[in-house]
């Protein structure tokens, strides 16, 4: 009879469950690189254009380019950490490399980041996502290495989003703050505004890293990028989870990019689309442990697919009846922000699987796998953005002038996410009865594919 127990279980002078202690402080390791995600993202690009040095058009050729390049060097690092200072504790060393360079990184893009020319500006955005994915990866294989069951993987991960949400939360709020309290602010006052979190988190994340218990990363002899990549291609869970990724980042991004234009052009409130952005995300907060519970009991993929028709049928209902006014925007967006919490499911779905890669490959690829997953995230949104402005552009769809093709605008939102996320849901049934296949050595000699 199959066991729902991942073979990590059982290791000697391990707990024999997460202590509250130690899952609230490896959520609490999240901290500097969760800062430095969407907001970074939202706010850069606009704070870089800004300063006139660079066209507005090398502004989106400079962070294409720098998605691009995380799709060579994210799997590196995750073959790096796989393979590189191996033994008790490596996870944090990583992570503790990771800081400094991304703390001083960070100073310099906001204090001259849009001042300096195209050539060193790229540079030093490879050098910081560099940084950024050596950290955050390492951190995401640490938690595969500390959950033993998939109950224990989506407590874990679970509270890590909620936590990311909470920053988030506090991220959207600091740049509002400022300026509120300093009238005529500049953008570049607020970015500093936003990116003095960090400083918060990184006390927080250094105090955290020596809570968590350490686990050891023993490194193989490598067996090639071939095999590794016939290894990935064989584990149909494993490429059907990216491809879930892929699709629910992608229904993600479609919304973010297209939610300022929405706010403005369909509900009328072009003055409030930051604080129904923020009310989204407070939606998110309050939702990741409720998730997080019901994924605890009824299984991650039943709940990510309840998530996609739930959010899918908002979207949906939109069309028929739009939010009237700033209080019924806002509770749509409280509702909406209820449904970002693929990662919680995504990641501890890899942690889950991580064990059955191990045993097929004969060594543990956590990181590698992690930077995969990564960079499905990054690819999605990337594709979602690219995407949604070719469609805007064929319908037509003028910023200054919103109103002219706000029906084509509200369709696009609505349907390109709803699209995503029922082919998402397709790819999660699959899976499921991939990994059934595989539990149940009756199926899997019954399988044609076998």
Not at 110 to 124: N, R
Not at 236 to 260: C, D, H, I, R
Not at 280 to 303: D, E, H, N, Q
Request: charged share 10%; hydrophobic share 60%.
């Amino acid at each position: 009879m199959a066991t729902t127990a991942l073979p990590s279980a059982g290791r000697p002078g391990e707990a024999a469950a997460l202590r509250p202690r130690s899952v609230a402080a490896y959520a609490a390791t999240a901290g500097p690189t969760v800062i430095l995600g969407l907001p970074f993202s939202v706010y850069l690009p606009p704070y870089i254009a800004e300063g006139g040095v660079i066209s507005v058009a090398l502004v989106g050729l400079l962070f294409s380019l720098t998605t691009i390049w995380d799709g060579v060097v994210d799997p590196l690092i995750g073959t790096m950490v796989d393979r590189v200072r191996t033994g008790l504790g490596a996870h944090r060393r990583w992570m503790l490399l990771a800081l400094a360079p991304l703390a001083l990184l960070l100073l310099a893009l906001v204090t001259v980041g849009d001042q300096l020319p195209f050539a060193a500006l790229f540079l030093m955005m490879v050098l910081f996502y560099s940084s950024f994915s050596l950290y955050e990866v390492a951190q995401l294989s640490w938690g595969s290495a500390l959950v033993r069951t998939p109950r224990d993987s989506a407590l874990l991960y679970g509270m890590r989003d909620w936590f990311a949400k909470i920053a988030l939360i506090l991220a959207f709020a600091a740049p509002a703050a400022a300026q509120l309290l300093i009238p005529g602010v500049s953008l570049q006052g607020r970015i500093m505004a936003y990116a003095s979190l960090f400083l918060l988190m990184v006390p927080i994340a250094l105090i955290a890293i020596r809570i968590v218990p350490p686990r050891p990363v023993i490194a193989e002899p490598g067996i090639g990028w071939r095999q590794e990549i016939r290894a990935s291609l064989s584990f149909p869970p494993l490429m059907l989870l990216l491809g879930v990724q892929f699709l629910n980042s992608f229904a993600f991004g479609s919304l973010t990019s297209l939610f300022v234009f929405f706010a403005a052009a369909v509900l009328d409130l072009d003055g409030q689309s930051a604080v129904l952005l923020f009310a989204s995300f407070i939606g998110g907060a309050i939702a990741s442990p409720i998730w997080t519970v019901l994924a605890r009991r009824y299984g991650k993929p039943p709940m990510m697919i309840a998530m996609g028709l739930l959010i899918s049928s908002l979207l949906i209902a939109t069309l028929f009846q739009p939010p009237k006014g700033v209080g019924q925007a806002a509770g749509f967006s409280i509702m909406l922000g209820t449904g970002f919490v693929g990662l919680l499911f995504t990641h501890s779905m890899l942690a889950d699987l991580i064990p059955r890669d191990a045993a097929r490959c004969g060594r543990s690829r956590s990181a590698f796998l992690f930077a995969l997953l990564n960079l499905m995230q990054k690819f999605g949104v990337a594709a979602a953005i690219a995407v949604s402005y070719l469609l805007l552009d064929l319908v037509g769809f003028d910023p200054l002038r919103g109103d002219a093709a706000a029906r084509e605008l509200h369709l696009l939102f609505a349907l390109q996410p709803t699209a995503s996320w029922m082919v998402m849901v397709g790819l999660l049934i699959l899976m499921r009865r991939a990994l059934a296949r595989e539990a149940d050595p009756a199926l899997a000699i019954a399988s044609p594919r076998q």
